[in-house]
């Protein structure tokens, strides 16, 4: 992984020691929750002047020229420095369940897909806003939905704001997905 230089207005860089410590963080948690979840573990990628999250399988060509995939979490800098280290664990986990989900994989097939007639893109995406339901529902079996519900209250209000809900969304609206995850924090509750 290569780390992003940040620059700090603190002369002596307690800002840029406090986000190297995040991600260190962020990779011992991303390696506990790929074996917990019992998926291939992830790499990182860190953007600049970014608020989103994202997992992909990237092709890495080996010398020999065989291609393997390797899956690769993308976090926006802005959700590194808004959220705490439960809730950045609680994103992760539900980016490695589109990776268990084989989510990434299937992206190819979206490209295909894409550039079909509307009902198909219709169906494609009631598929996608779905799949992000039970990415959610998955990943509150390893973190606290709590966690993952504060994480999506915080994305909210972060630009680009963007719900989701519509018929060519592929996400679902975070009311929805908030009301969901609302109710799993409850049974959690109850269940402690």
Same mark, same amino acid.
């Given at each position: ?5 940040? #620059? ?6 307690? $800002? ?10 962020? #990779? +011992?948690?991303?390696? #506990?929750? &790929?074996? &917990?979840?019992?998926? *291939? ?43 705490? &280290? %439960? ?6 986990? $539900?980016? +490695?369940? $589109? ?17 079909? *007639? ?12 779905? %799949? ?6 998955? %990943? ?10 504060? %994480? ?6 972060? *630009? *680009? ?21 609302? &109710?799993?924090?409850? #049974? ?5």
């Amino acid at each position: 992984m290569r780390f992003p230089r940040f #620059e700090s207005s603190d002369p002596k860089g307690g $800002h840029t020691l406090w986000l190297a410590r995040k991600i260190m963080q962020l #990779e +011992l948690d991303i390696a #506990e929750l &790929s074996v &917990s979840m019992g998926v *291939p573990l992830a790499g990182l990628t860190i953007y600049r002047n970014d608020w989103t999250a994202a997992i992909q399988a990237v092709p890495q060509v080996n010398r020999w020229g065989g291609r393997r995939w390797h899956p690769t979490i993308h976090l926006g800098d802005g959700l590194l420095t808004s959220l705490t &280290s %439960a809730e950045l664990k609680a994103v992760v986990a $539900h980016e +490695l369940s $589109h990776l268990k989900r084989g989510d990434c994989v299937r992206s190819v097939r979206e490209m295909i897909v894409a550039i079909m *007639p509307r009902p198909i893109s219709y169906v494609h995406a009631w598929f996608k806003r779905r %799949a992000e339901m039970q990415c959610d529902d998955y %990943a509150t079996n390893f973190v606290s939905a709590y966690d993952l519900a504060c %994480a999506l209250r915080k994305m909210r209000t972060m *630009p *680009p704001v963007v719900d989701g809900g519509g018929l060519l969304c592929h996400h679902p609206s975070f009311d929805t997905r908030l009301k969901a995850l609302d &109710s799993k924090t409850i #049974e959690q509750a109850k269940i402690q």
